[in-house]
């Protein structure tokens, strides 16, 4: 992830199996189940942009992966180091026939740039994975730049040389307000009474289980957690 916190880069190792224990259950099996036929083809060349420590490399087969941040990850395996400014990579045009750049979009100070980049390094018709939140807390503050609504993202995508194969909503209602209490808990977790911890606590062992399992399943028109999106490198670049 375009980060330049080094609490959130060390946490972020390794993506997890969904638990039931996790308040982002429903995203998280939602992303995996939606990324299985896409982890089934074998791509030569893979770019995992604003990486992070790579958490879904090891859901991909490839020939190569290379990863880009803006800083050394905790691991010290990122290829190529980015200026935000300006995201330039150091390889020739149409080298990957795969970018991810997931939860990143939103921390790029100039995304038309990041986009016009991509689209450089991409192969003709080579696939651009992305995932964004919807309804979430400001964070890695303050490199938080937007939240966009469906129709924002495939504007932009279209305007910047890609066409959108698959869109998906990530979530519901009770998730998207389950996502905000359960962050407005770990922020303020230093601050609570005891009581609050226990209520916490509680909350996560005994109620959360039961609450995944029962809207895991419910869509709800406009409101939802989080957005998934497969494009293809097509059309001219906007300058």
Known sequence: MMSKSNIYKDKRLTIPSPSLFDPHYTEMRQTLDLLGPMANKKY???????????????????????????EQNSTGTIDFIINSDRPKIAVESEQFDLVMAMDVLEHV???????????????????????????????????????????????????????????????????????????????????????????????RSTFLPMFNLMVQNTIHEGIYSSLLVVARKKGALVQ
Do not use: C
Not at 48 to 69: I, L, M, V
């Open 109 to 203: 100070p100039k995304v038309g740039a990041v986009l016009n980049e991509i689209h450089r390094v991409l192969k003709n018709s080579g696939i651009f994975l992305i995932k964004m939140p919807f309804v979430y807390r400001e964070h890695e503050v303050p490199h938080d730049y937007r939240r966009l609504t469906e129709y924002g993202l495939k504007m932009l995508l279209i305007e910047h040389g890609f066409e959108v194969i698959s869109f998906h909503k990530l979530g519901n209602a009770w998730t998207a307000a389950l996502t905000v209490i359960n962050e407005r808990f770990v922020l303020d977790f230093e601050n609570q009474t005891f009581w609050s911890r226990m209520f916490s606590k509680l909350f």
């Open 44 to 70: 030569d060349q893979i770019l995992d942009y604003g990486a992070g420590n790579s958490p879904y490399r090891g859901f991909f087969r490839y020939q190569e992966f290379k990863s880009a941040d803006v």
